[in-house]
Structures are given as structure tokens and as C-alpha cells.
Nanobody, 126 residues
Framework: VQLQAFGGGLVQTGGSLRLSCEAS????????LAWFRQAPGKEREGVAS????????YYADSVKGRFTISRDNAKNTVYLQMNNLTPEDTAVYYC????????????????????WGKGTQVTVSS
């Protein structure tokens, strides 16, 4: 199982970035997927999660209305479109995958995801 995140970088406040995470080594379409982030000195937090069919999506309150998670099962890729970025969004962003369905009470918990990619740094300047 391999997950590889791309698309991080340096952007000014109010700017946008699109993260991509390419997966290989497992049957991607049967896995719930998520994006987490970790800022220096802080715990890893759930940002967004998407179900296998893409019909169920969860977002952290801090990113609702600004971030959009999506997936393309044909390309084994999950995306995170991030708009109106602020310095508080600065973190290393990780993609994660797990075979089990994620509910409202579990999607944001890092321990619920078995497979992780290496992170990509997002830095938002003020």
C-alpha cells in the first residue's frame, strides 16, 4: 500500500492550493479516504474525509466552506481543494486510507486510518 501526496507549497493569505494523493497497491475504490494535517507543536487533526462512493463527506469546522474533498476512483486519487487559505492552515498535510466505513464520530480520528502517505507542506503567509 502506498499513498503519495502532492501539491503543497507557499501561498499568500486568501490564496488557493489543490492537494492530490495518488494511491497504489490496494483496491482504492473500497477505501474511505481522508486528509489530516499537523502543525508544529500540535496534534494531527482531521481535515476532511470521503466515503467510497463519495456521497458522504465530512469536514472540520475550521475548513467548512473553504475546502472540498473529492476522489477519482479511476485514477486512484483523492483531492483536497483549499480556498481562502489563512496562516492557521499552515501545516503538513497527510492523506490516509482505511477499509472500514467512517462515521461522524470516527472520521477525524487518526487511529481509525490504517494507511498513511508522507505529508506535503502547506505554508500560508500573512
Amino acid at each position: 500500500v502506498q499513498l503519495q501526496a502532492f501539491g503543497g507549497g507557499l501561498v499568500q493569505t486568501g490564496g488557493s492550493l489543490r492537494l492530490s494523493c495518488e494511491a497504489s497497491g490496494f483496491d482504492f475504490r473500497w477505501y474511505d479516504l481522508a486528509w489530516f494535517r499537523q502543525a508544529p507543536g500540535k496534534e494531527r487533526e482531521g481535515v476532511a474525509s470521503i466515503s467510497t462512493s463519495a456521497q458522504i463527506k465530512y469536514y472540520a469546522d475550521s475548513v467548512k466552506g473553504r475546502f472540498t474533498i473529492s476522489r477519482d476512483n479511476a485514477k486512484n486519487t483523492v483531492y483536497l481543494q483549499m480556498n481562502n487559505l489563512t496562516p492557521e492552515d499552515t501545516a503538513v498535510y497527510y492523506c490516509a486510507a482505511d477499509r472500514t466505513f467512517k462515521a461522524t464520530s470516527t472520521w477525524y480520528q487518526a487511529a481509525e486510518f490504517k494507511h498513511w502517505g508522507k505529508g506535503t507542506q502547506v505554508t500560508v503567509s500573512s
